[in-house]
């Protein structure tokens, strides 16, 4: 079992997104950040395990991202509002992937569904969205 928690559920542009993650066991993170309104490139960017921090077992009871522990490189999760977007604010969907065994995901899927054609594909795999809209 685990629970989840962002720091807010709308951000402006400039203002950093943080997650709290509690965790009963360990296991296997992959984190996604879905923009649904892109319609000409890749929908669905991996954000997590990612250059700074590529281990993705999380083994913590309470466990943070971005990570803080690299001292040299910081990651930081910051919404940007998009440029082909008219209206004055948007939504934008975290997609949580955690499992017992290590998934080799993609970097990026064009759909929301071809990453959960991979998702369902795998066993002992537990899929989480967290929903937040940034405002312009």
């Known amino acids: 079992d685990f629970n ?26 992959n984190l996604f950040v879905y923009y649904p309104y892109e319609d000409r490139n890749n929908q669905i960017y991996k954000i997590f395990p990612n250059e700074i921090k590529k281990i993705n077992y ?20 910051i919404p940007a509002f998009p440029k082909n977007v008219k209206n004055d604010r948007v939504e934008e969907f975290l997609i949580f992937i955690f499992s017992k065994e290590n998934i080799n995901f993609l970097e990026t899927y064009v759909k929301r569904e071809d990453l959960i054609k991979k998702y369902m594909s795998e066993k002992s ?8 809209t940034i405002i312009k």
């Open 58 to 77: 999380i083994e913590k009871n309470n466990f943070k991202l971005p990570i803080e522990d690299t001292p040299k490189k910081k990651a930081k999760y």
């Open 125 to 132: 795999v537990k899929l989480i969205y967290k929903t937040y």
């Open 4 to 29: 989840l928690k962002i720091n807010n559920l709308a951000f402006r542009e400039g203002e950093e997104l943080k997650i709290d993650i509690n965790l009963t066991k360990p296991v296997f993170l």
